[in-house]
């Protein structure tokens, strides 16, 4: 049995149709609707919010339109005040275990946040230490403890962004969210929003972005991670006034564990040397972005 699913996807210059159908129904291809009825296979991707909508036990065939999802920019990410801008990456996977003399040092998240979510968002690490594998014996900024493909990438972008922007901020699975100069110890926890109860990582997404006078918000997550779930529910304070989520076009087969990462990276750099990231960018590895609109 092929799953398919109708949708209606709302651009600048207008909503078009799409219709998904495969017989993977989490990695499938999409056709645009023509206004005569004909279908022409895109290079968009089955978007993460109606893949979400998929009950995972169903093997037949389902029909959902339509579905209205956030507008995709054209245009890429143009004309950014990066004094203003405030940028989230995720985490990864691989970590530098040994100490070392460290380049960076920086504040704390909990220094910024209020005082009564700081002390929520302590007291949760402290909960989930145990799980973690948390080891705080020897401590490192976050930017050198990670070293998974973004981070390799990207290398001294993540600095430099960091005090050119209005702060740079990690979700991470042993911490929730941290800056990225924070000393962190050596952990194992993958980013599981259940670990964070009561929306804490979006609340001090908020919090922390209300606190840096942040106008843009933007975040270098693949669409379908947990990162970019948490990101899009973030209840923006009125003084941020646009949110983008920068997204990979890949497909499983891309190698989401490398070259997913290392396109974010990338991206990263041509975003922090050009202040923009056109539609037409291409990663070395051949993926482009999908910019989303969120706010």
């Known amino acids: 049995m092929t799953t398919q699913i109708m949708y ?12 998904a159908r495969g017989f993977n129904r ?6 645009e609707i023509q206004p005569d009825g004909t279908e022409i296979c895109t290079t968009l991707f089955f978007p993460a919010c109606i893949r979400s909508k998929v009950n995972a036990e169903l093997t037949g065939e389902i029909q959902e ?19 203003e801008t405030l940028i989230m990456i995720p985490c990864s996977k691989s ?7 460290s380049q960076h040092s920086g504040d704390s998240i909990l220094d910024t946040l209020p005082t009564g979510l700081a002390d929520e968002l302590r007291g949760q690490r402290a909960r989930n230490a145990t799980s973690a594998q948390l080891d705080e014996s020897v401590l490192l900024p976050a930017i050198e403890r990670y070293t998974g493909y973004l981070y390799q990438t990207a290398g001294t972008t993540l600095d430099w962004l960091n005090k050119s ?7 991470s699975g042993g911490y929730g969210v941290i800056c990225a100069t924070e000393s962190i110890g050596w952990y194992t926890q993958p980013f599981k929003p259940s670990m964070w109860p009561n929306g804490l990582i979006a609340r001090c997404l908020e919090a922390y972005a209300a606190a840096v006078s942040a106008r843009t918000v933007v975040g270098f997550f693949s669409a379908s991670s947990s990162y970019a779930r948490i990101f899009r529910k973030s209840p923006w304070p009125q003084s941020v006034k646009k949110v983008l ?3 990979p076009q890949s497909r499983a087969s891309d190698g989401a564990q490398s070259k997913v990462p290392r396109a974010q990276g990338e991206a990263l750099t041509k975003f922090s ?3 923009q990231l056109p539609n037409w960018w291409t990663s070395s590895n051949g993926l482009r972005m999908s910019v989303t609109l969120l706010k």
């Open 8 to 19: 209606t996807q709302h651009f600048r210059d207008g909503p078009k149709e799409f219709v």
């Open 26 to 31: 989490w990695s499938l291809p999409v056709f």
């Open 65 to 83: 339109t339509p579905v209205d999802l956030p507008a995709v920019d054209p245009a890429g990410l143009q004309h950014v005040s990066l004094s």
């Open 95 to 101: 970590k530098k275990k040994e100490s070392g003399l």
């Open 165 to 171: 922007s209005a702060g740079v901020l990690i979700i």
């Open 245 to 247: 989520q920068v997204s």
């Open 273 to 275: 040397r050009h202040k």
